[in-house]
Nanobody, 127 residues
């Protein structure tokens, strides 16, 4: 099990940028595929981005592709989500999630495939 703590959320105007961070505990961070999900009020949690164990591969939801970038620093046990050109519809609580193991589903968009979750960080984009 890995403990995850997100930070970096806040209030930003449309068109602005934020960088979210997710710090993980433990010494096996590099064995986890990582992802960011988000949940807006009265909506289901949805996939945003995922990154493989070394960071060599990434995948994005169509709604954020070209605007968001996921990255990781295994030496710092941290995964990031750089969010540019933010829109009001990006307003949500953002969660990082960890998937243990080296299976084929590193790019899963199903929340049930992720073992551990952070507490979330609020991102609010004003118009």
């Amino acid at each position: 099990q890995v403990q995850l703590v997100e930070s970096g959320g806040g209030l930003v105007q449309a068109g602005g940028s934020l960088r979210l961070s997710c710090a993980a505990s433990g010494r096996t961070f590099s064995s986890y595929a990582m992802a960011w999900f988000r949940q807006a009020p009265e909506r289901e949690r949805e996939f945003a981005a995922a990154i493989s164990w070394t960071g060599a591969r990434t995948t994005y939801a169509d709604s954020v592709k070209g605007r968001f970038t996921i990255s990781r620093d295994n030496a710092k046990n941290t995964v990031y989500l750089q969010m540019n050109s933010l829109k009001p519809e990006d307003t949500a609580v953002y969660y990082c999630a960890a998937q243990i193991g080296y299976g084929p589903s590193w790019d899963s968009r199903n929340s049930f495939d992720y073992n551990d979750w952070g507490q979330g960080t609020q991102v609010t984009v004003s118009s």
